[in-house]
């Protein structure tokens, strides 16, 4: 039976809530105080709005529950000016409010949460509305409406638009869905500011959900929202389907943290992309076959594979931006094709005024044609700017270019890059000369400025303050990195201060030493013959460390790599242990060389270590080389008692042999743990004596996968990974 009521427009009617209650135009509709239990029993809205105007409905100190997360409570069709506020709660529906052909609607002030809600599956963002996923509000075809105050958590989208106008969504939390906080499929001119999307995120896979998703969307203004912590913090794409430009405008947005992308925009055209934070995600910007987009004034730090992607992009200019501490500051590339785009390839890149600072590779360009870097501070990165493949038309110029470990430029292009008119630090011809190759066009510096000091010796402690420390992270998994590094005053074992860096990723990270200031060290160690240094460390569970060395090593010359037993920076947890490092290696210290390496002419000292992706912290101090003088606390660690593991083969379909040898009689335990760290199997647990021993492992009744062996002893514990794979 349906349900007819009329008002007039300035008498506010009482009244309770019933299945399809269907207010007149005009109507004022207060709801009566209460708790609700109501079924939408033909999924066709309990209150419905169908070719009416000026009516609201006011829910203050109202609850509804709806049931099997079917239904809304709330349908509208072909009306305008209608009024939803003030629910206390609504959820258990499919969307609380579904509004189609309508306009004017007003939205406001509604805990509208915990409807219909899915965290695992994909998700596709090119079906329409009637495979919509669940949630808050759902439009179509709407406009000239406004949403803002609301709560909508905990369900699949909070808002979600397809072929709507001018839509204002505001200070709403939609934070915590596991689809989409806004959804926007088909829908122009909207402002979207100043609402909690973040934390937006699906079990199966982050990379399609997103806190702000817009698929051929135009002219829409994003701004002041919080995008983080979720799968992607804006999603935009356009593949295909529209051959007119977004326009769109992101600004000011927090989009970090996001275990995808901060900013996630391909096959799409002349989008604005100003003052954003897109920090600590796997990419900051994805813009794959994206163009004319301007990327300006953003902040990108500290991502875990690249700050600026674009594959196959074209005619984008970034200018402005902060791009710090990721593995690539900029990687620029053609990839596969991706039909029909087959004739799209990477040209016309605008770098402009950027600082690009403490990245591994500041600038990466790939078969990328008129690539034009001006105005650029480019420091303290492990290679400034590597070029490959096709080259035509680059040019560098008027950049700075300060201090890198290895190279200033490095092309490896057959075609010839202008790279005239550079300032480079330090500021002399022939180590300028060491650190640039290629087909490079480029002349020296003018000598008007402040000339680079050579430090022809190492100092005695390499970890005190005013020494340049630098984080380098290889690009890898693991968890968001929030890098920091600093000098610690208090926890320390000599001088003034220790090197402290916290690490919550722990793949292959390192940390690096450079003199103060625009000195460069150019140190003879022909004399030397050990490297000492203090560690300490704080490693997350479950496991230690592994795959530990440290470099010595020479600008683009190469390094000298010492293998150090992971053991060594698992057993300094919570306390001092010294290092001492024989320059020419040892059994202990295995030394192996990369590149064309020479002890007289050493530049930098480089600590790696990895905690299998679970993040650690690792203190440095005293770092000196043997004819300093002695520093305080000389208790250096010897590795004689380190239990050395080796296995064959491995991978391992059947069987594996593990040997190990005992520089004396002691008792050991040799086990099979998991990634977790429980114990699955034991393989020995017994006293042994001296010598190599043996042990054969069979991985019957094991699944193919990856697994750990650790062989320990009172004292030492070592680890390696062993992967079973089916025959």
């Not at 999924?43 to 105007?53: A, L």
């Not at 690249?306 to 990721?326: L, P, Y």
Request: aromatic share 12%.
């Amino acid at each position: 039976m349906m349900l007819f009521f009329s008002s007039l427009a300035s008498a506010q009617t009482y009244l309770g809530l019933s299945d399809n209650m269907e207010p007149a135009s005009g109507a004022d509709i207060k709801i009566i105080q209460g708790d609700y239990q109501v079924d939408d029993v033909n999924e066709n809205g309990i209150i419905r709005i169908i070719n009416k105007d000026n009516i609201t409905i006011d829910g203050d100190s109202v609850t509804v529950s709806g049931s099997d997360f079917k239904g809304y409570l709330v349908y509208i069709e072909n009306s305008t000016r209608i009024t939803i506020r003030n629910f206390n709660r609504v959820n258990n529906f499919y969307y609380v409010i579904r509004a189609k052909n309508s306009s004017g609607l007003i939205i406001n002030d509604n805990d509208f949460s915990y409807n219909k809600k899915d965290t695992v599956g994909w998700i596709s963002v090119w079906t329409g509305v009637e495979e919509a996923l669940g949630g808050g509000v759902l439009l179509d075809r709407c406009s000239d409406s406004d949403i803002y105050g609301n709560l909508m958590t905990q369900q699949n989208d909070g808002v979600a638009m397809y072929e709507c106008d001018s839509i204002r969504i505001h200070d709403n939390t939609l934070n915590w869905n596991c689809g989409f906080g806004i959804r926007m499929n088909y829908t122009n001119n909207c402002y979207i500011d100043h609402n909690d999307c973040s934390h937006v995120n699906r079990q199966t896979d982050p990379s399609d959900c997103a806190a702000i998703l817009l698929i051929v969307s135009n002219n829409n203004t994003v701004e002041y929202n919080d995008l983080t912590y979720s799968g992607d913090g804006v999603f935009l794409g356009q593949y295909e389907h529209s051959g007119v430009p977004n326009n769109n405008y992101f600004a000011y947005n927090d989009c970090s943290f996001s275990p995808h992308n901060a900013i996630e925009a391909t096959f799409a055209d002349g989008n604005i992309y100003k003052y954003n934070k897109c920090n600590y995600s796997h990419y900051g910007f994805w813009l794959g076959y994206s163009f004319n987009s301007l990327v300006e004034g953003n902040e990108i730090i500290g991502n875990l594979q690249t700050g600026v992607a674009v594959d196959r992009g074209f005619e984008n200019t970034f200018r402005d931006n902060v791009i710090k501490e990721n593995p690539y500051g900029f990687d620029l590339w053609e990839g596969g094709v991706i039909d029909p785009y087959g004739d799209q390839y990477s040209h016309d890149y605008y770098l402009y005024d950027n600082t690009i600072e403490g990245n591994i590779w500041g600038v990466h360009a790939s078969n990328t044609k008129h690539l034009v870097m001006k105005n650029n501070t480019l420091q303290y990165n492990k290679q400034d700017l590597f070029i490959e493949g096709e080259a035509v038309n680059d040019t560098i110029s008027d950049n700075t270019l300060k201090n890198p470990t290895e190279w200033f430029i490095h092309s490896t292009s057959p075609d010839e890059v202008q790279a005239a008119g550079n300032r480079y630090l330090p500021n002399d011809e022939f180590l300028i000369r060491t650190k640039l190759a290629g087909n490079l066009v480029w002349q020296p510096v003018a000598t008007d400025g402040p000339r680079h000091t050579v430090m022809n010796a190492p100092p005695c402690d390499m970890a005190e303050p005013d020494a340049i420390w630098q984080i380098y992270a290889d690009p890898g998994y693991g968890h968001r990195a929030v890098e920091t590094l600093e000098w610690d005053y208090e926890v320390k074992k000599v001088g003034r201060a220790a090197v402290k860096m916290v690490t919550p990723r722990g793949w292959d990270v390192a940390i690096n030493y450079r003199p103060p200031g625009d000195s460069v060290a150019l140190w003879s160690l022909s004399e030397s013959d050990t490297l000492f240094l203090w560690i300490r460390t704080i490693k997350n569970p479950p496991f230690g460390f592994q795959a530990c060395h440290i470099r010595v090593g020479c600008y683009n010359h190469g390094y000298y790599k010492y293998a150090v037993s992971e053991s060594v920076f698992t057993n300094a947890h919570k306390h001092w242990s010294r290092l001492a490092i024989p320059l020419r290696g040892s059994r202990t210290f295995h030394r192996t060389e990369e590149g064309f390496m020479d002890l007289n002419q050493v530049s930098y000292v480089e600590i790696h270590a990895d905690t299998w992706g679970f993040g650690y912290t690792l203190w440095v101090d005293g770092v000196q080389f043997s004819d300093c003088n002695p520093l305080a606390g000389r208790e250096d660690i010897t590795l004689e008692n380190n239990l050395h593991l080796r296995m064959f083969p491995n991978p391992v379909s059947r069987e594996a042999q593990i040997s190990y040898t005992l520089n004396r009689p002691r008792h050991i335990k040799l086990q099979l743990i998991s990634l977790q760290g429980g114990v699955i199997q034991s393989l020995a647990n017994e006293y042994q004596p001296a010598g190599k021993q043996t042990v054969t492992f069979n991985r019957q009744g094991l699944a193919a996968g990856l697994y750990v062996i650790q062989l320990s002893d009172s004292q030492t514990i070592t680890r390696d990974k062993i992967l079973i794979v089916n025959d």
